[in-house]
């Protein structure tokens, strides 16, 4: 069994007697958790980001490297590649798919590069990044040229933030130890995402941004 230094459940107990890993049983309990929680910031709040599956993946390629400031950077690092080879191949017309499939290749030999540079400089975190988090992220760059051909550069951009953004939350959220313990003694409570996301699923009143972006307009009717 996987040496934990605290109290589980026997559901969680059996599941360890089997060899399944403890890290692999708390990502997969605490992706409930993640989701209802882009489902309501999306819903009630009204932040967009790509989607509900682009930042819950992204949430556990975070949780994947070493320290958040290095999926931050190859984040940042995808996104701006991303932009700097839109440009370069516009004046090229290639249809989009053999266009993404340049991108990828360039990105993804940036992040090699980047890698190379963090062993040379001592980064060990950064050097031993594993496959895992880079592949995720790095479909990012589908996503984000095509909101950019889209709906233009700013939304995308604006996008890719809020992605981040709530990709950051959720990785503080699911790295929570109080958290961590609360689920690994009581994992039957992430049911209680269900009837949460009915509750958003039928929420039909203004979103907050929306409450924000028309104040004015509200106050006046």
Do not use: C
Not at 18 to 31: A, C, N, Q, R, S
Not at 40 to 64: C, E, S, W
Not at 77 to 97: C, N
């Amino acid at each position: 069994m996987n040496e934990i230094n605290f109290s589980v459940s026997p559901i969680l107990t059996f599941f360890l007697n089997e060899g399944v890993p403890f890290e692999t049983i708390k990502l997969i309990l605490m992706l409930p958790i993640i989701a209802t929680l882009i489902a309501f910031l999306r819903q009630v709040i009204g932040i967009k980001a790509f989607g509900i599956y682009t930042p819950l993946l992204v949430t556990f390629a975070f949780l994947a490297t070493d320290g958040l400031r290095y999926g931050i950077l190859i984040f940042v690092m995808i996104i701006l590649i991303g932009m700097l080879m839109r440009i370069a191949l516009k004046s090229f017309r290639l249809l989009y798919l053999p266009r993404v499939a340049i991108m990828l290749t360039i990105v993804a030999l940036s992040i090699l590069l980047m890698l190379a540079i963090g062993g040379s400089l001592k980064r060990t975190g950064l050097a031993s990044v594993s496959i895992f988090p880079i592949l995720i992220m790095i479909t990012l760059v589908e996503k984000f040229i095509a909101v950019q051909i889209e709906k233009g550069d700013r939304a995308a951009i604006l996008l890719a933030t809020e992605t981040l953004l709530i990709s950051i939350l959720g990785f503080y959220i699911a790295s929570w130890e109080v958290l961590i313990h609360f689920i690994a003694f009581y994992p039957w409570v992430i049911l209680l995402t269900i009837p949460l996301n009915v509750i958003i699923g039928k929420w039909t009143g203004l979103r907050l941004s929306e409450y924000l972006r028309f104040g004015e307009i509200i106050k006046r009717s």
